[in-house]
């Protein structure tokens, strides 16, 4: 059974960091892109970030680019997402997601495996 448990969330202030991790089980993934979305109250879930299987491609949303980065760590089959210069605009449940494919794409559709997500409220 694939299980895919996310850690790191919490409250912070706007400005801070925090950095989320997504632990996988079940199954390895070291040949699957690997991805982050969110979710605000009242709002569609959408794409955050996603990176390829060996880590050598990545994408993130506009809003995001330069404040996140996404990594892996296909020995741990942990994905993680560092999260700097948070704004309120952040706040959101944070889902780390798996691909069927190796290379990141960015529609919920093409996402197999989702975790049950971690809150990250970023106050003003």
């Known amino acids: 059974q694939v299980q895919l448990l996310e850690a790191g969330g919490g409250l912070v202030q706007a400005g801070g960091s925090l950095r989320l991790s997504c632990a996988a089980s079940?199954?390895?993934?070291?040949?699957?892109?690997m991805g982050w979305f969110r979710q605000a109250p009242g709002k569609e879930r959408e794409f955050v970030a996603a990176?390829?299987?060996?880590?050598?491609?990545?994408h993130y949303e506009d809003s995001v680019k330069g404040r996140f980065t996404i990594s892996r760590d296909n020995a741990k089959n942990t994905v993680y997402l560092q999260m700097n210069s948070l704004k309120p605009e952040d706040t959101a449940v944070y889902y780390c997601?798996?691909?069927?494919?190796?290379?990141?794409?960015?529609?919920?559709?093409?996402?197999?495996?989702w975790g049950q997500g971690t809150q990250v409220t970023v106050s003003s």
């Open positions: 997601t798996v691909d069927t494919r190796p290379f990141p794409r960015r529609s919920r559709d093409d996402y197999a495996y």
């Open positions: 990176i390829s299987w060996n880590g050598g491609i990545s």
């Open positions: 079940g199954r390895t993934f070291s040949t699957c892109a």
